[in-house]
Structure formats: C-alpha cells, structure tokens
C-alpha cells in the first residue's frame, strides 16, 4: 500500500521572529497532497505519465536521492495546494514522496524520520528552511518550533550547527480564509531586511521578543479555544510584522477588508505580498471581501491529520 497523503499548513504565529530564537507555531491545513507509487514497467521513472525531470520535479528526484532509489517507479500525483500560497505544498510533496518511497521500500515509516527527511530534502533543493512546514505536514495539527524544549516535544532537527525542537499543539477546530494577493516576493530579500533593521536597532529586537511572546500566548488560547482571544494577537502580531517592514499594500487592503468578518487576520509567511490569513465563523463573507478586492481566496479548516496511508484508491 503506498497511496498516501499529507496536509499543508499555513503559518499562524512567529514569522521572521523564528530566526532570532523565538519559537514559532503552523497548523495543518485540509487541502493536501496525495501520491500513489508503484514499480514501473518502463525503462525510466515516469511522474504522471512524464519522464523524471529535475527541472519539473526537483523535490521527488532529491527524495529519490535522499533514500537512494535506483528501481524505475511510477509516480502518480493530485494535489489541493496551489504553489505560492503559503500553504506549505512543497513541503506536502517532499513527505508524501518520502513516506510512499518508505512503505514501498519496506523502510521505517516513523513520523520523527520522515519529517527530519524531508526537512534535509527541502532544505538541499532550496538552500534554506525551517523544519516547521515538513513537521506540520508530517505530524498534523500544529505544530511549535523553538530553541528551547518544551512540553510535548515530539524531536529535534539539526543543520549546519542549529537546533530546532518540535513540539506538538493541539488546536481547535480553525476555519481560516487564505488571501492569495498574487503579488510574488522571494523570501531572501525580506529575510535580509529585517536582519539589517534587528542588528542596528534595540526596538526591533523589542518587537522579535514580542512577536516570540505571542505565540506563547496563542498556545494557552489554544487549550481554551478561545477565538477570539487568537483574533486578537493574530491582529497585534502582523502589526508588529508590519513594523519590520514586510507587509505590502495589497496585503493590508485584504487584511483591512477581512476584518470586518474574522476574529483576525495578519499576513501569513515572509511577507512583501505573498498570502495573508484570517481565523473567521463567516468564510464566505471573507471570501467575497477578498475576492472583490483583487485577491484569490481559499477557505480552509485545520486538520489533525498528517501524513496518511490509504488503501484501496487510484489515483
């Protein structure tokens, strides 16, 4: 059985502050990925029915790499997530790959290891990571990042000298709305913005220790389900990231224009255009907000599933 599929997320708390220390916390999403491999009867690897393609398929062939798979397969895939949403789908792809290749291979299926795979994967084929998005798809629910080890740890990630500890959070049921401003920036420049801006001023060493403080906070409102409460410091947690200067115009008209409906919205991810984020009981109202004001919506529920072996389906 190597039909499987895996959840994304999207980042709820910590974004930017994450690389200072300061923990940071994603939910698994109900949109995902789903893959079904088997041995081909073909001289060469195909992926839905194409030959293999680093240029087309970077992410599988480093999986391949990554297990040292030299038999010809048959990938088949479907997918929910849409790239450059903010919804993890390159992280969704990497654990589902590597948990297929796992089960077909007869290897270890173990959630600590598939997720610390995929991280390695994500992280050769990018250049850089963070271990949240493979550990979110991986384990389901949500999930917090942070230097330090806390309750409900699940493992540790290491890489080139840094530790990240995974912890597991419970969440309540979430339905989010997902503002996609169709404005693409690359994370790289946004990252080196704020670094500049930490290093000369103490102020903004005081909003990354805030922005860390939140997601502390969100933690508890977690245990309560209190939504509103989590409204709240998703609203005090993107003014704070638009203090560092990654917001974008078009992503405050979608923020602006999807309060009026939510408990709170904040921009989700690195910023500079990119996908906002809005915890709301009326998705339809913050859907059509978003829409009319040029964006691309995408009503979603949190999920604690993650990545997940099926039987009997094709794909």
Not at 98 to 118: N, P, T, V, Y
Request: charged share 30%.
């Amino acid at each position: 059985m190597t039909y499987c599929s895996t959840p994304g997320k999207v980042i709820l708390f910590g974004e930017h502050a994450v690389l200072y220390g300061e923990p940071s916390i994603a939910v698994a999403i109900n949109r995902r990925f789903y893959c079904d491999i088997t041995e081909s009867k073909r001289d060469r690897t195909t992926v839905n029915g194409y030959p293999l393609a680093r240029r087309y398929h970077s992410y599988i062939v480093e999986c391949l790499n990554k297990l040292e798979v030299e038999d010809e397969l048959e990938i088949k895939t479907e997918t929910e997530l849409d790239s450059g949403t903010g919804m993890g789908s390159s992280a969704a792809i990497t654990v589902a790959i590597l948990g297929a290749l796992r089960k077909l291979l007869g290897e270890d299926i173990s959630e600590e290891i598939i997720a610390k795979d995929a991280f390695s994967v994500e992280f050769d084929v990018q250049g850089n990571a963070s271990p949240i998005d493979t550990s979110t798809s991986t384990h389901g629910s949500a999930i917090m990042v942070s230097e330090k080890k806390e309750k409900n740890f699940l493992w540790d990630v290491e890489k080139e000298g840094r530790r990240w500890n995974i912890h597991h959070r419970d969440v309540p049921d979430l339905t989010l709305v997902v503002g996609n401003t169709g404005v693409h920036s690359p994370t790289p420049p946004l990252v080196k913005k704020v670094r500049k801006f930490y290093e000369r001023s103490n102020f903004a060493k005081e909003v990354i220790r805030d922005i860390g403080e939140i997601v502390r906070e969100s933690c508890v409102l977690f245990e309560e389900e209190d939504l509103e409460g989590l409204g709240e410091l998703m609203d005090k947690n993107h003014r704070l990231l638009s203090i560092l200067g990654v917001s974008h115009p078009k992503l405050e008209k979608l923020i602006k224009g999807a309060r009026k409906y939510s408990y709170g919205a904040k921009l989700t991810g690195a910023g500079g255009g990119g996908s906002m984020i809005a915890l709301t009981d009326r998705p339809d109202k913050v859907a059509d907000v978003i829409k009319k004001k040029g964006g691309e919506p995408y009503v979603l529920d949190s999920t604690d599933k993650g990545l997940s072996y099926h039987g009997g389906k094709e794909i």
